[in-house]
């Protein structure tokens, strides 16, 4: 059954095929929150600073961060009138799978310390969507739940400091069922995140009287997310990030060291090709040169990433580099992040050559605030405005997009030389 869309929205059924959403509506306590940007102030609301200022920072200047969104309104869309769009459908294939709508969950860590099972929460909603969602190595509940509760989630991965326990992380995910194994590439160094330590965030988390205290000022997410993790399933750990159980979230004296990835090159890649005989996708790519190296990798889609504005600043935005991906890619699939928060922006991306995208902290903020239930309707509500947006458009298909839908604000198309 499809996804029934928001209020003003025409219903829609799904191709033949495809991985049809159930039947959604609204919970009352949920009808408030209109759009994605919604979920942010709410969340900012219920949840400790350190956490919120995790999710919701980037690095240094945050300049990336800003462009990320600065590039959508930079272009503007030309759509046709007076097409028939009774039989407008948003569904798109990936890796052999038909998804109901062009856009998935971006993998996020921690995500179960900012809502209740917050992993599940994501991977349950999208399963429901018949959409993709992209397990982190940083999450804090095994890969094997996830994917036996929320089957066709993808596994993202780093790449390991030791070729040994990376090919034990590769042959766990194959265990566990994984469709798709996502590599991240773009985090050979740590980068500079001043809003952490502004923030007093850091993991594993350190017992001390600043720890109590958020409890105490944020009781919704003490008892209802942390303390209620605590009783029901233990201390929490890193679970995902090799082949055995990683760091406990709470700990004096653990160090979790994402460092010491600074000798990892393309061999290292090409090691995991070929111990992955499925789907083998690529975060983190901005330089066309690199998709080339990509492709000849053996790889089979790229998502084109500035890890959100978290890594370096200063990095383009992925939709400023979309064309020249997408010219470099050739079979290879080309998929996006960083910034997404709107059907409109999924929709400009796709009509300069991405196949899907994915979303992030809106996630994230609608998991914390509704649990499955708030990010299954952060999905509807996307949903539902890409499939207005193709009507207002003039479209039926989403292979119907091209550069032709898209202008720079700055161009007068119709009459350069008309000064009215």
């Avoid at 003039?394 to 997009?401: H, I, K, P």
Wanted: hydrophobic share 45%; aromatic share 6%; net charge positive.
């Amino acid at each position: 059954m499809p996804v029934e869309p928001a209020v003003g929205a025409s219903p829609e059924a799904p191709p033949a095929g495809a991985r049809a959403p159930a039947a959604y509506v609204a919970p009352r306590a949920l009808q408030r929150f209109l759009c994605l940007d919604d979920f942010e102030p709410a969340a900012r609301a219920r949840l400790p600073r350190p956490l919120f200022g995790y999710v919701s920072g980037a690095t240094e200047t945050n300049a990336s961060l800003r462009d990320n969104r600065a590039a959508f309104e930079e272009l503007a869309f030309l759509p046709r009138m007076l097409v028939n769009v009774a039989g407008r459908e948003q569904s798109v294939e990936l890796f052999g799978t038909r998804y109901s709508s062009p856009f998935g969950i971006a993998p996020m860590g921690i995500s179960a310390l900012t809502a209740y099972r917050g992993d599940l929460a994501q991977a349950r909603a999208a399963a429901a969507a018949g959409v993709p969602m992209v397990l982190s190595s940083s999450s804090l509940i095994r890969m094997e739940e996830v994917l036996q509760q929320a089957p066709g989630t993808w596994f993202q991965a780093y790449l390991g400091r030791d070729p040994r326990a990376t090919a034990r992380l590769v042959e766990r995910v194959k265990a566990a069922g994984a469709p798709v194994l996502v590599v991240t590439i773009d985090s050979a160094v740590v980068p500079n995140r001043e809003n952490n330590v502004r923030n007093r965030f850091k993991t594993p988390l350190r017992p001390d009287l600043r720890l109590l205290w958020d409890g105490v000022t944020h009781p919704r997410w003490a008892l209802g997310t942390f303390l209620r993790t605590l009783l029901v399933h233990g201390m929490p750990h890193f679970e995902n990030v090799g082949a055995e159980r990683g760091a406990p979230l709470v700990a004096r004296d653990v160090t979790r060291d994402f460092s010491g990835r600074e000798h990892l090159d393309w061999e290292a890649l090409r090691d995991i090709r070929r111990r992955w005989s499925g789907p083998l996708v690529l975060k983190g790519v901005l330089h066309p040169e690199d998709v080339k190296l990509a492709r000849a990798a053996g790889v089979d889609g790229v998502i084109v990433s500035n890890h959100g504005g978290r890594q370096l600043d200063g990095a383009v935005s992925p939709l400023r580099v979309l064309p020249a991906v997408a010219e470099a890619a050739g079979p290879v699939a080309v998929l996006a992040d960083s910034g997404f928060r709107r059907g409109t922006d999924v929709l400009k991306a796709l009509a300069l050559g991405a196949r899907a995208v994915f979303v992030g902290r809106p996630m994230n903020y609608a998991a914390a605030v509704g649990g499955e239930a708030g990010v299954a309707h952060a999905l509807a509500l996307l949903r539902a405005e890409i499939h207005a947006d193709m009507g207002l458009l003039g479209l039926n298909r989403l292979a119907e997009l091209g550069p032709q839908q898209l202008l720079p604000i700055h161009t007068n198309y119709m009459n350069q030389g008309d000064k009215r």
